[in-house]
Nanobody, 123 residues
Framework: QGQVMESGGGSVKAGGSLTLSCVWS????????MGWFRQAPQAQLKEREG??????????VYPDSVKGRFTVSKDVALNTLYLQMNSLKPEDTAMYYC??????????????WGQGTQVTVSS
């Protein structure tokens, strides 16, 4: 299994934008499903929610809460997964994590999380 390292978080006002990056390394299939998750303040690990996925067939998947505002992409040559976040809302405030590959177990049992990157959106 490989490793991931997230970056790009920060503090923005509502309506602003941020782009997160996740560099993967090691034994990770670049064609595997990859995704972004977030964990809100005070939430438990088991409540970490998926917000964007690139499936192994290339299909992009988003929950309704971010659809139309978040865009996931990847650059295989750079081993980097991105999350473009537009029209940010205070409820988007969370620690953001990438998963490469996507967890096939409950998030609380997935052992390959990175350190995450903090996104804070003020009203």
């Amino acid at each position: 299994q490989g490793q991931v390292m997230e970056s790009g978080g920060g503090s923005v006002k509502a309506g602003g934008s941020l782009t997160l990056s996740c560099v993967w390394s090691g034994n990770i299939d670049s064609k595997a499903c990859m995704g972004w998750f977030r964990q809100a303040p005070q939430a438990q690990l088991k409540e970490r929610e998926g917000v964007a996925f690139i499936q192994s067939d290339g299909m992009l998947v988003y929950p309704d809460s971010v659809k139309g505002r978040f865009t996931v992409s990847k650059d295989v040559a750079l081993n980097t997964l991105y999350l473009q976040m537009n029209s940010l809302k205070p409820e988007d405030t969370a620690m953001y994590y990438c998963a490469a590959p996507c967890p096939s177990v409950p998030v609380s049992e997935y052992n390959y999380w990175g350190q995450g990157t903090q996104v804070t959106v003020s009203s």
